[in-house]
């Protein structure tokens, strides 16, 4: 090999050796070496875990949580929110033997490896006892949250305390905080995939009430969660999982592909089963990435609203549930197909009442782009983009017509602030829940009550 | 996948490249400097003498000028770009004066249209002896990105530098340049619609990149070069996205080619 030869080889075999995709990030969730103090106790009632809720000014800790974090219950958690780098905790409640009260899980800041765990006791006692008899207890300004946290898996240390301070501002079918494609971005280090049903149930305990989710149809017509057209290393993982989705039968994806953790590619069909009957999410957006989606996606609507529809007025309260899909548009493409399937739609439900059955009710839709489109066409709510800027007067015509807007998709505190302070949407979609959560209920204004995501069926 | 095995395909040829390389240098070394060669084409040494190169590290005398136009590409999988599905080369300016006595200044505008990067900058250039080399830079400017379509009305602007070392070899007719940069940008700010912002992620290191390239001379004393080396950077630079949301790094191979006047 000549010198000429040999350089040129260097040159270009040499960077190949450096060459790797995306650095693959740590992802430790931090648990009890011994299962901790919950596991010795009696888990309180969904209902108690209501009495958590407030708004907490942080004596010590903080260094973890800024000076003031949010706390919302979900079922089987608490979770402390806040606006300091998007960091949230998960914590389960019980009572112990001793008749305290531990409230006890972990703590992340997901775009960074910082983890650690949390123990942390209800103060005053009666409090506690009251918890621990099985009764509610109201929070005034004498109810604390006193431990300690750590860092990774080592046993918490460090002071926390929190004192609850007011209620939180309106928030529950009001303020959208919408997940976008789940908790976390790929990037992240949560520990689960985005499009996973995993990352759905994630993204409630870190302050979502509502999520975003792509929609892909496979070979054999079945809507599936997921974000890109080809399956890419950055989403998905398996020696045989190459190809697009279209091109895929949901078996062959299925059995070729995990997503980027581990999990199943989830179908919309079980995602949203999940959603109703396993959160307390309030509603879903449903974007849909191709015009083939339209229809299945649709019906897939269609009949849970009649379900809920059917659940919510029946004579037995205890199984109301409310919560709202839209189908998102996000082209002309799409939209022609939306029309598409409101035509199917409509010629199914005639041949049911034909034959004696109830009609669907027919899922309503969300446009992202033009405003005059979204007023013409009926949509509930407009899903512009956050990168042409906040659009106040935008937002004011359409919440004229009685139109929400919620914008996609902001995860930077200033850009939150501006928007909630210009636009005040009736929601965001965030890959920082926590911090727009936190945010909203700092700065934020309670929008009028539009019906962004009504339960269940009908025209608004 | 695509990455691992371009992985395994470097070693092979960088191996092959180490068993091949012992006597063809050892020859270099001893032939430094270099004789024209029969061709009539300027060794590194005369062009390194005249208007220097844009990687190897030179010294040519006060006053002498270097103006190159090249291209870069980024080899990144398109579908880990969301939506874009082509990932087309970006443009390459360079300028550099000797100031004498290893002295130099530098200019260097990268740009592909919505991101665009513009450096200025001095750097010290000193010949080892033999067939070796060694240079040092520090840049500073702007890291510029603006996007008006697509559902876009947002500008970025930040503050970057661009510390670089270089390590240079020469094989008579043909040098070869190690260089190592930092890319440090910061604060960032960005306007969508009317409103600006900054970011929480606005962390100063954006990343680093190794470069390895070959210049090679012609009679006319012009140069043209090609080379490769890696990117690790974070996620918003390598995808030309105007927003730093992530700490995330990436690594991908970066292709470079053109030629210096």
Request: aromatic share 10%; net charge negative; charged share 20%.
């Amino acid at each position: 090999m000549n010198t000429k030869t040999f350089a040129y080889a260097l040159a270009i075999g040499a960077p190949l050796l450096l060459a790797d995709c995306e650095q693959a990030t740590e992802v430790t969730i931090p648990m009890f070496n011994d299962g901790g103090l919950l596991r010795g106790g009696t888990a309180l009632e969904r209902e108690q875990l209501l009495d958590f809720e407030g708004m907490f000014s942080v004596g010590k800790g903080s260094e973890l949580l800024g000076d003031q974090a949010s706390i919302i219950s979900r079922p089987g958690t608490v979770s402390v929110l806040t606006n300091k780098n998007a960091g949230f905790a998960v914590l389960g409640a019980a009572c112990l033997p001793d008749r305290r009260v531990v409230v006890e899980g972990y703590w992340q800041y997901p775009t960074r490896s910082d983890a650690g765990l949390v123990q942390l006791f209800v103060d005053p006692p009666a409090v506690a006892q009251a918890f621990c008899n099985g009764e509610r207890a109201a929070p005034d300004t004498s109810f604390t949250l006193t431990g300690s946290y750590g860092e990774r898996n080592e046993f918490p240390t460090k002071p926390l305390a929190l004192r609850w301070a007011h209620e939180l501002k309106e928030w529950r079918g009001r303020f959208y905080t919408v997940a976008h494609h789940g908790a976390c971005e790929a990037t992240d280090h949560c520990g689960v995939s985005q499009n996973s049903i995993e990352t759905i149930r994630l993204a409630e305990r870190t302050g979502s009430n509502a999520a975003e989710l792509d929609v892909r149809v496979t070979r054999d017509g079945i809507p599936v969660l997921f974000h890109d057209p080809g399956l890419s290393s950055a989403l998905v993982r398996g020696l045989f999982c190459n190809g697009q989705i279209k091109d895929l039968s949901l078996a062959e994806l299925r059995g070729s592909c995990l997503l980027r953790y581990g999990e199943q590619i989830p179908t919309v069909e079980a995602a949203l089963d999940m959603m109703v009957n396993e959160t307390e999410l309030e509603g879903v957006y449903l974007d849909q990435k191709t015009p083939e989606g339209v229809l299945p996606t649709a019906r897939l609507v269609a009949q849970l609203n009649t379900d809920l529809k059917a659940r919510n007025t029946n004579s037995d309260p205890s199984d109301d549930r409310k919560f709202g899909a839209l189908i998102a548009i996000t082209t002309d493409e799409v939209l022609d197909a939306w029309h598409s399937a409101i035509a199917t739609l409509n010629a199914e439900n005639e041949q049911r009442v034909e034959q004696g059955e109830a009609p669907l009710e027919l899922p309503r839709c969300l446009l992202e782009y033009d405003t005059d489109k979204v007023i013409a066409e009926g949509c509930v709510a407009w899903g512009p983009t956050w990168t042409k800027g906040p659009q106040a007067s935008e937002v004011q015509k359409l919440r004229d017509h009685g139109i929400g807007t919620i914008f996609w998709t902001i995860n930077e505190s200033e850009f939150i602030e501006g928007f909630l302070t210009a636009a005040q949407p009736n929601g965001i979609i965030t890959a920082r829940a926590a911090l727009l959560f936190q945010t909203y209920q700092l700065i934020g204004t309670v929008p009028a009550e539009l019906p962004v995501l009504p339960a269940g069926g009908g025209q608004p | 996948m695509l990455f691992g095995r371009a992985k395994s395909i470097g070693w092979v040829i960088g191996l092959a490249s180490a068993l091949a390389l012992c006597p063809s240098a050892r020859a270099a070394e001893t032939a430094a400097p270099a004789a024209p060669a029969s061709s009539g084409v300027k060794t590194v040494a005369e062009v390194a003498q005249q208007r220097g190169f844009l990687y190897y590290p030179s010294a040519p005398p006060a006053g002498k000028m270097r103006f190159a136009l090249g291209a870069t590409y980024d080899a990144i999988d398109p579908a880990v770009m969301y939506g874009m599905s082509m990932r087309f080369p970006q443009l390459a300016l360079d300028f550099q004066d000797s100031l004498g006595k290893g002295f130099l200044f530098k200019a260097h505008i990268n740009s592909m249209l919505i991101t665009n990067e513009a450096l200025v900058g001095v750097g010290y250039n000193w010949h080892g002896g033999g067939p070796w080399s060694f240079g040092a830079a520090f840049s500073a400017g702007m890291f510029l990105g603006k996007l008006g379509q697509f559902g876009f009305d947002a500008l970025t602007i930040g503050v970057e530098y661009r510390p670089e070392l270089t390590i240079g070899y020469s094989f008579g007719d043909v040098a070869l340049a190690l260089r190592g940069s930092l890319i440090l940008i910061g604060p960032e700010r960005a306007r969508v619609g009317d409103l600006w912002g900054g970011f929480d992620n606005n962390d100063l290191f954006t990343g680093h990149s190794e470069i390895l390239t070959v210049e090679n001379t012609t009679r006319s004393g012009s140069v043209w070069y090609f080379g490769a080396g890696a990117m690790t950077t974070r996620a918003h630079y390598a995808f030309w996205v105007l927003f730093p949301d992530s700490p995330a790094l990436y690594t991908y191979p970066r292709v470079v080619a053109g030629y210096e006047y």
